[in-house]
């Protein structure tokens, strides 16, 4: 016998189809016929970040990465494929990497227990930590250097994305594609824009301008 909430979830599918196809009989004929989403975000999996709903958008308009603590790791063959595929066959124009104050991932590489595989993964957000270590340390007060290291590691991800050469490719081809950087409140729903935004390797220092 399914579990009750299992066979909720079918029932809210069957009730949300109803309720968009009254609102508009076509509205799923067009979904099928493609997608065209102008952009990418790159976000944590937190179950409270949902991209859609954070800035009002409907099926089919954003594309969706989403993985512990809206990490940028150039091994990472599935995020690379998700990049891959927006920028060179979806052709989108933003890109936002969006991290969230209370991140347990971030919180995560704040100390030094172990969760398992998961202590792999976090590493690369120690790696964070490690870069601005004389700040994060300089903050006396918990809450305000987690929500800084929050910050700190959007941005670093911004500028990991801007190194690819995936993104730099696009910008040697003249495509309008930006990489922005972006930290959302869960407690009050607000996004903040960390103002961090890369529309050229240009902005980059010198080494890590590939010559493609």
């Given at each position: 016998m399914p579990h009750k909430l299992y066979k909720q979830l079918l029932e809210n599918n069957k009730k949300w189809v109803a309720e968009k196809l009254s609102d508009d009989p076509e509205y799923f004929t067009r979904l099928a016929n493609g997608q065209k989403p102008p952009l990418l975000w790159i976000g944590c999996a937190d179950s409270r970040v949902p991209a859609n709903q954070i800035v009002g958008a409907e099926p089919g308009e954003v594309f969706v990465h989403r993985n512990i603590a809206n990490m940028v790791i150039h091994s990472d063959m599935n995020m690379l494929s998700v990049l891959d595929y927006a920028v060179n066959v979806l052709k989108i124009q933003h890109i936002i990497v969006c991290g969230h104050y209370g991140c347990g991932g971030i919180q995560a590489a704040m100390g030094n227990s172990s969760f398992g595989i998961i202590d792999n993964w976090i590493s690369h957000i120690k790696d964070v930590y490690r870069f601005?270590?004389?700040?994060?340390?300089?903050?006396?007060?918990?809450?305000?250097?987690?929500?800084?290291?929050?910050?700190?590691?959007?941005?670093?991800?911004?500028?990991?994305?801007?190194?690819?050469?995936?993104?730099?490719?696009?910008?040697?081809?003249?495509?309008?594609?930006?990489?922005?950087?972006?930290?959302?409140?869960?407690?009050?729903?607000?996004?903040?824009?960390?103002?961090?935004?890369?529309?050229?390797?240009?902005q980059l220092e010198e080494t890590f301008q590939l010559n493609l």
């Open positions: 601005h270590r004389s700040e994060l340390d300089a903050i006396e007060d918990e809450k305000e250097r987690f929500d800084k290291f929050v910050e700190y590691n959007v941005k670093e991800q911004v500028f990991g994305l801007a190194r690819t050469s995936i993104v730099q490719n696009a910008w040697k081809n003249n495509q309008d594609l930006i990489v922005h950087g972006w930290v959302y409140s869960v407690g009050n729903g607000v996004v903040k824009d960390m103002e961090v935004n890369i529309s050229s390797n240009e």
